[in-house]
Structures are given as C-alpha cells and as structure tokens.
C-alpha cells in the first residue's frame, strides 16, 4: 500500500513511462480522449452544475454560459484543427538551408503538472486539460480542494473517461501541490493566485521547467465622459457581479471621470437592480455566494476598513449562507484598503479623475492587470490609454468577453501572468516547436568551404558581403543606396 506521498510519486512516473512509451502521440488516439471528455462532460453537466450550486450558490446557467459552452468550444476547437495545427510548419528564407528542408515539428513537451482554482471549476481545469491531451503530452492534475462538491464531480468524471496510463488526478490541497511541485515535470500550468503562482515558478526553476502561470491583478474599468453610460452601466454590472465577483477578469475598481460621475452611478445602481431584482437576497436564483466563511470574512474586513463610503450595498451580507451583496464604495483613495490586494468579489470601489489625462498615472500605480476594460466612444482617447497602459488584455465597451472564447488567447502579463491559452493558443502553449533538417548529401558541394583547412582563399569565398550602412538607412536600401551613388 502507498503512502500518499509515495502514491503521488507513482502517478508522477505513470504518466512520465505513457508519455516516453509513445502512448499519447497518434493523433487518433488523442482525438478519441477528446471525444470521450466531451461526451462525458455533456452527460453529466447536471451533476457538475449541481456540485457547483452547492460550492458556491452558482446559478446553473452560469455554469452553462461562462464554463461548459466554451469546454465544449474548446474540445470541438480540437477536435476540428487537431490535424492542422500538429502538421508540420515549412521554414524557409535561408538558401543555405535549401537542400535540408527545415521544418518546425510540433512536438509535446512531456508530461504536465496542471494546477487549478476553484472560482471556475470546470473551465479552468478542462480548458487546460483539453489543450495538453490535444498537444500530445500526459497529464497529472491538481484541482481545488476548496470547491468540494465540483471538484469531486469533476474528478470521478475525469477518472472515469481519461486513459489512466495518460491522465491521473491528485486530489487535495496546498500540501498535495507542494510534493506535486517537488517532482521534475516537463511543463507545470498553474491557474491562481499571484503570490502562489511566486511558489509555482520558483519550484519550477529548480528543475527549469517552463511554465505557463494564469495569475491575477487588479483589472481597471474606466468610463469616460464619451461613454454609452447605460450600456456601460449594465455591461460592468455584469462583468464585475457574475459569479459574485470572484472571477480573474472582473473590474476590480471603477474609474468615473468626474463629468459623468454622479450620472454613471444612477444607471449602475439601476443597472443592479435590473439584472438582480430590486430585492437581492441569499435566496435570489441568479447570484452566487462566496465560496468559504475566510473569503466572506475577507469581504466584510474590506468594507469595515475602507475610508471610502458605501454608497450601495444591493441587499445585506448574510455570514450563515456566504451571501455578499453587490457593494459600491465611492469616494476611495490610491491608498484605501480596498486599492491594496485584488478584491475577487462584489465589493466595487469608485474613484473619479477631473479627465482622461490622469487615468494611466492611476492604473500604473499597480502591476500589470490580466484586463483593462475602458467605456468610450472617442477613438483618440481609446488609443491614447491603450498606448499608455499594458494589461493581459484590453477591452473596449464591454466586460469578461475575451475570457470565453476559442479564438482570443486568454494569458496575463507582468504579476498577472506569463504565458496563454484557448483554442490553438492553448494547443500551442503545450506545444515545443522543434526545429528538424534533411540535410542532404547534394549540399557537399556547397559546404566543402566549411571544412578544414581553413585556407585564405576558402574564407575570400567565405566573406559575407557586408552592407553599407545606407542599405539600413529609415527610407528603405533602394532609396538609401540611391541616396549614396547619386548624393
Ligand atoms: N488568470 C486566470 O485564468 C485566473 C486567475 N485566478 C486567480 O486565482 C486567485 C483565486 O483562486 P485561488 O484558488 O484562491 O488561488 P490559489 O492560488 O489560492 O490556488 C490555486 C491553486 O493552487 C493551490 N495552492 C494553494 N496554495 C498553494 C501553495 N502554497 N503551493 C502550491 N499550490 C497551492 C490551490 O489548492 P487549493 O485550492 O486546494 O487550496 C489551487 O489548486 C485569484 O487571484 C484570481 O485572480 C483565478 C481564476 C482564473
Ligand atoms: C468568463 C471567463 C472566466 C475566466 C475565468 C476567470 O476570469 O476567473
């Protein structure tokens, strides 16, 4: 019998022996752990949504919109390209290579320690998943133990579809992933928060494994005086109280400029109550709860210590059910407790600038952000903050839309993340292109220069030509060349 540590252990080397007996390369045999996932999510997506009802309050269709729909956009994504994107990529642009017929091989790195959260259970676990079973590797994972229920769903579905020669779960928590992350993996995929992902890339290092770290940061929405300010309200609404707030890519602090100040909080307040009825509860269908008492507690620490003032509170936080209300604190300083650490939940803080001049100072005083969102109509002012700012990804005129698609790469940038993914940006993620050559015997001839002895006249035929400086000038080598002969 292993112990826990020694089962870990063994799991490790079962999917490291899968991976170099060859058994997760054929493209047919990828295809059929694909399909095989896809329908198992799909005949047991009331169970999931069941689980996560239960974890986290989460309405069912939620679940649907913002996780299943892009699973399974994801495993079709694959399924659909699969052949395309491992296919061979033809180099070309060196005639010294001509005979070699260089091409990039799209090859997996290996086996795979992927490591996810619990505010999004299921996307950020199969979409990771999908991607690394699509590339050819075999795969370890770590799911929360926070979120009990869906994790436990989620795992005997996996178990029960997923080749164990090539996929294997570790379940637990911290402790689980630190022995997880002790072991030498050929690439780790962590989805978290910031300072574990610190951990991740340090354990990483000690093995040089690459490593793709889907982070965390403090996203910005900013409403210019140009803005739509009812859609824009009802847009953030949603962005920021989906799943309560605790979702990487949600505002996190709001950016009023102080023309349309008073007016944006209006339609917000109007924007809630259209989208959760004028009287949120615990019990409301549509609006989920936090996930632990610690979060809770988290949530109502920040209220009680921000120097700002709650100028909406949707409804009254309830510590038995984990309910959080909708919370929109004006008047907040840079300094506040609510600008500190990354909210992840329906706490919204309101600063105001006296124009758009202002706002990249403001948003640069923290890491860079997996998303900046800004609602305006005026195309220069767009430009100029996208200019000025850097984000994971920026968003004109709406919320959370680049996180639920197959075709934009979902990554972060600076302290939100390295790396990215969905659709072939994931296929790709898990993918090392390895260069291959042919080199031909017909090349003899035009190496012979290379080899030994290294005579005077070989290396007069050797000399590369060297450019004047006016072939590197700004107007182009034709113009610049011109430019020299005829002054
Ligand atoms: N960029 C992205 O795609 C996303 C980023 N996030 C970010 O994740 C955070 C919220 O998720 P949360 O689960 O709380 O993040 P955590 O970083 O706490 O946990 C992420 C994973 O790491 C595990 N873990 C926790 N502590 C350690 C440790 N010391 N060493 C190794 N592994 C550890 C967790 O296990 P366990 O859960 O069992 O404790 C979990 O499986 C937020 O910052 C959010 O921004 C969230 C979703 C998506
Ligand atoms: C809508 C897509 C959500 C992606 C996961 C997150 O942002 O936490």
Redesign the pocket.
Known sequence: MYTPLEEIQHKHQRVVDSFHKGKAQSLDYRKDQLRNLYFAIKDNQGKLKEALFKDLHRPPHETDVLELFLVYSEINAALSHLSKWSSDTKLSGDKRLLLSGPVLRKSPYGAVLI??????PYL?SLAPICSAIAAGNTVVF?????AEHSTKALCEVLEATLDPDTFQVVQ???EQ??AL?ELKWDKIF????????R??AQAAAKHLTPVTL????KSPVIVTKTANLPLAAKRIAWGKFTNAGQ???APDYLVLEKPIAEKFLVEFSNAIKALYGADLTKDSPDYAHIVSARLWERQQRLVSETKGTISLQHGTPDAESLFFPPTIVTGVSSDDVLMGD?L?GPILPVMTIDNMKEAPKLIQKHDYP?ALYLFSTDSTEQENLLRNTRSGAAIVNDTLIQ?GSSAVP???VGT??TGRYHGKFGFDEFTHERPILYQSELAEMAMSLRYPPLTESKMKKLRFVSLPREWFSRTGPVRGLAGRLWG
């Open positions: 490591v996810s959260p619990w505010n999004y950020l770590k799911p929360t133990e926070i637990g928590g911290p992933a630190t992350l962590f989805t978290g928060s910031t300072p574990v992902g951990i991740v889907e982070l965390g940061g979702t990487c890519i990354e992840f997996l996180g979902f990554g972060g939100s993340g």
